[in-house]
C-alpha cells in the first residue's frame, strides 16, 4: 500500500507538449480551447458550434481580379455566437454598415459603399429593394 500515493514523473518533452500534465501538476491547456471558437463580436468563447458567417461577393466572383483588389474585407468566415447583436457590434468595430432590410446569415455579400472613403456595407441581398444600409 505504500507505493498507492507514490507521485509518477513522466518525462514530457517540450517539443511534443499539448497541456495536460507535468510532474504530477495539471496545466490547464490552452490548446484544447481551440482560438478559433472565440466570437467575433464581444471577443467571449464560443460554447458548441458557432455560428460562422462568411463575407461574399457572389457577383465579384465572376471577375475575381477586381474583387481581389478591391477585396477589404476578411471573407472569413467570422464565428460569431448565434446572436444577431455579436455580428452587428463586429461590423460596428470595422465600420461597416450593415443593411437594414438585411437579416444577419450564414453568407453575408459585401457592398462597397459610394462616397469620398472606401467604405464596406454587407448584406444578405435577398430583398429586392435598394439596400439601406445603416451604423451596425
Ligand atoms: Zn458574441
Ligand atoms: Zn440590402
Redesign the pocket.
Known amino acids: 500500500m505504500a507505493a498507492t500515493g507514490s507521485a509518477t514523473i513522466r518525462a514530457v518533452p517540450p517539443t511534443t507538449f499539448r497541456g495536460g500534465e507535468i510532474l504530477g501538476i495539471r496545466i490547464p491547456t490552452v490548446f484544447e480551447e481551440n482560438d478559433g471558437k472565440v466570437c467575433g463580436g464581444c471577443g467571449q468563447p464560443i460554447e458548441g458550434t458557432p455560428f460562422r458567417i462568411s463575407l461574399l461577393d457572389t457577383v465579384a466572383a465572376e471577375v475575381p481580379d477586381s474583387w481581389a483588389r478591391r477585396a477589404r474585407l476578411n471573407p472569413g468566415p467570422h464565428q460569431f455566437h448565434a446572436d444577431p447583436a455579436c455580428f452587428h457590434a463586429w461590423a460596428r468595430a470595422r465600420d461597416i454598415l450593415i443593411?437594414r432590410?438585411?437579416q444577419v446569415r450564414e453568407i453575408m455579400r459585401p457592398v462597397a459603399i459610394p462616397g469620398p472613403a472606401a467604405r464596406w456595407g454587407v448584406?444578405?441581398?435577398v430583398?429586392r429593394e435598394a439596400?439601406?444600409f445603416v451604423n451596425a
Request: net charge negative; with cysteine; glycine share 12%.
Open positions: 443593411c432590410l438585411s448584406c444578405d441581398g430583398h439596400h439601406e
